[in-house]
Every structure is written in structure tokens, then in C-alpha cells.
């Protein structure tokens, strides 16, 4: 099932909004930093909000919309199901 999903390096901090078909394993990528980007150069390896979708193209869908937001309204996205912003990875 494919997912969205933000990322962070610290509460408040940078944010990354993606896109994966199976979530635990581009969390480990994110985490283990073998892919070259943006969340490799900002050390952004905490999974702190993420949804999961019945299609491919939902979710992606959903993944542009989210990139397109204020970031305020990501912020409260993240709070609204993670207010103490923990690395919700354990639990996939």
C-alpha cells in the first residue's frame, strides 16, 4: 500500500514530505543515509506523520498537495497525531 509521509530531523525542525510504496523500507533508507538528497544533507531521519492510501495515484496526489502547503500547516498536521513529534518508525 503506498503512503505519505513527513520527516524531520527535530521537532520543529526541517521538513521533508514523500512518497513511498512500502514505508519501512524508505524510512531505513532515510535512516541509514545511502540515498544522495535533501534529507541525506539535512540528516532528516525521523518519520513524524504519515497516512496510508488505497492507490498509487491518491497518494501521490495527496504528496503534492502536502509539498504545496504553508509550513505552519504542515506543523499542525504533524501535531494533530503527533504533538511530542516521536519517531513513529517503530510502529510500521
Excluded at 62 to 87: A, C, F, G, M
Aim: glycine content about 6%.
Amino acid at each position: 500500500m503506498p503512503y505519505v509521509y513527513i520527516l524531520t530531523n527535530k521537532p520543529f525542525g526541517t521538513l521533508y514530505t514523500g512518497f513511498a510504496n512500502d514505508l519501512s523500507v524508505r524510512v531505513q533508507q532515510h535512516k541509514s543515509a545511502i540515498v544522495d538528497g535533501f534529507t541525506k544533507e539535512h540528516g532528516l531521519k525521523t518519520l513524524v506523520w504519515y497516512e496510508q492510501y488505497g492507490s498509487v495515484l491518491e497518494a501521490r496526489n495527496r504528496e503534492r498537495l502536502i509539498k504545496k502547503w504553508h509550513r505552519d500547516w504542515k506543523i499542525n498536521l504533524i501535531q494533530s497525531v503527533n504533538p511530542d513529534w516521536k519517531d513513529l518508525s517503530a510502529s510500521l
